[in-house]
């Protein structure tokens, strides 16, 4: 089946940190990958996407590659602010339909 | 152009009432797919329509339906609300075209309580 493993919460960083959220995914065939952000009471903002092994997904800073041979799709970004203070959730887009399947979702704080 | 838009953003009933969400999609979006986000469960896929059929569907129970009209706009229906129906119902339009690689946008959500 299709499922997305993502690391367990709450995040907290210094302002100017570096970030990695780990993702890992099993799917049937091959899937796209997502990274949405959700901040407090709005809705999922797709952050950047990856269709295709080895591709590299990047916005506003963050960037996740993603790979087969690890079934992985880690989110990195070099310097967080305070306005990146939010719930990240990966997800996958399985081949079989326009079905997302959503990880736990990791909420990252970034104090001053 | 426009978002997702959801209407209403706040619903309060109570168990046992019905109650129904719209879903307007951004334009020229063909698809339009529904979630149940909660702090226990996380984000569920309940369906997803396009072009006014049901193409896929998630394990709810036949009390949660939904619709579209051919404008594409969607609406979900919960019928005999439960406490447990309590939740962040969120809707979702792509174009529907490339179904592994579409990307899903989402609107703000309505927030549905039951009491």
């Known amino acids: 089946g299709n499922s997305v493993t993502q690391m367990e919460g709450p995040v907290t960083l210094s302002e100017e940190a570096f970030l990695t959220i780990n993702c890992t995914y099993t799917?049937?065939?091959?899937?796209?990958l997502f990274w949405y952000v959700q901040y407090p009471g709005e809705g999922l903002q797709l952050l950047l996407k990856?269709?295709?092994?080895?591709d590299k997904g990047s916005n506003k800073g963050f960037e996740a590659t993603y790979r087969k041979e690890t079934t992985s799709f880690h989110l990195e970004k070099g310097s967080v602010q305070v306005s990146d203070s939010a719930v990240y959730f990966c997800a996958l887009s399985a081949w079989t339909g326009n079905q997302f399947y959503f990880g736990t979702g990791t909420s990252l704080t970034v104090i001053p | 152009k426009a978002g997702v838009t959801q209407t209403p953003r706040y619903l309060i009933k109570t168990r046992g009432q019905q109650v129904t969400l719209s879903c307007s999609p951004i334009s020229g979006h063909r698809s339009v797919s529904w979630y149940q986000q909660t702090p226990g469960q996380g984000l569920q896929f309940l369906f997803e329509?396009?072009?006014?059929?049901?193409?896929n569907k998630g394990n709810f129970p036949g009390r949660f339906s939904g619709r579209q009209f051919s404008n594409s706009r969607s609406e979900m229906n919960v019928s005999t609300l439960e406490l447990g129906d309590s939740a962040l119902y969120l809707c979702a339009s792509s174009s529907g075209q490339a179904r592994r690689t579409d990307t899903q946008y989402f609107g703000p959500g309505t927030r549905l309580t039951v009491l």
């Open positions: 799917a049937t065939g091959y899937p796209s």
């Open positions: 990856a269709t295709k092994a080895d």
């Open positions: 329509y396009f072009s006014e059929t049901q193409r």
